[in-house]
């Protein structure tokens, strides 16, 4: 008799671990959704216009800030001012460097590379190369490497030499990071459905 509660508890455990990615990504998207759609105030709007309106109004500024002339001044001297205004500029700056190291034309974990951390015994660290040289710090033959955290959206930034580092073989710099942020667990899954195998 004690077997039908122990299944059904483990029954429920395993229910709740099935349940709480798709619940916790579901309850984010709709709190991301309905956020957004607030910040239009349109009275008796139907649900979704003010989340389009805002992605339209976005997009708008972003075609207006990159192809035509005037746009990209007028944000280009506004970008200008809160790099210059005391106090302002660092949060800005800082921002604006974590935001184009993740996205644009200009991201910068880009390359990933494994990173020997200890020597006896080796263990290795995934990572991605941020600075191939750091003789302008006074550093010779130095690298730096950020350390993303599992489960996190942090990090660390790692100076160690060149001799430390290798780059990451069969995976892209987007496979690389699930692989850190996941704790091993995501691209080993994958790579073992696909058949295949990083290598360090």
Do not use: C
Not at 29 to 38: A, E, G, K, P, R
Not at 144 to 150: I, N
Not at 192 to 200: D, M, S, V
């Amino acid at each position: 008799m004690r077997r039908i509660p122990a299944l059904l508890l483990r029954s429920f455990l395993q229910g709740l671990l099935l349940l709480s990615p798709i619940a916790l990504t579901g309850y984010l998207l709709y709190s991301v959704f309905i956020n957004v759609d607030s910040l239009v105030p349109v009275a008796k709007m139907p649900p979704g216009i003010g989340f389009l309106i805002i992605i339209g109004a976005v997009t708008i500024i972003g075609v207006l800030g990159t192809r035509f002339f005037i746009g990209k001044w007028i944000f280009d001297s506004f970008a200008n001012l809160l790099e210059h205004t005391p106090g302002v500029k660092f949060i800005y700056s800082s921002i604006r460097d974590v935001i184009k190291s993740f996205v644009g034309d200009k991201k910068r974990f880009n390359k990933p590379v494994w990173v020997r951390v200890n020597n006896s015994p080796e263990i290795w660290r995934i990572g991605f190369m941020t600075q191939t040289d750091m003789s302008h710090l006074g550093l010779i033959n130095k690298v730096a490497v950020y350390m993303p955290h599992a489960y996190a959206i942090s990090g660390w930034v790692i100076v160690t030499d060149g001799t430390n580092v290798k780059p990451v073989q069969d995976m892209t710099a987007g496979e690389a990071m699930k692989f850190a942020v996941s704790g091993g667990i995501t691209t080993e899954v994958e790579a073992e459905g696909n058949g295949k195998k990083a290598q360090l």
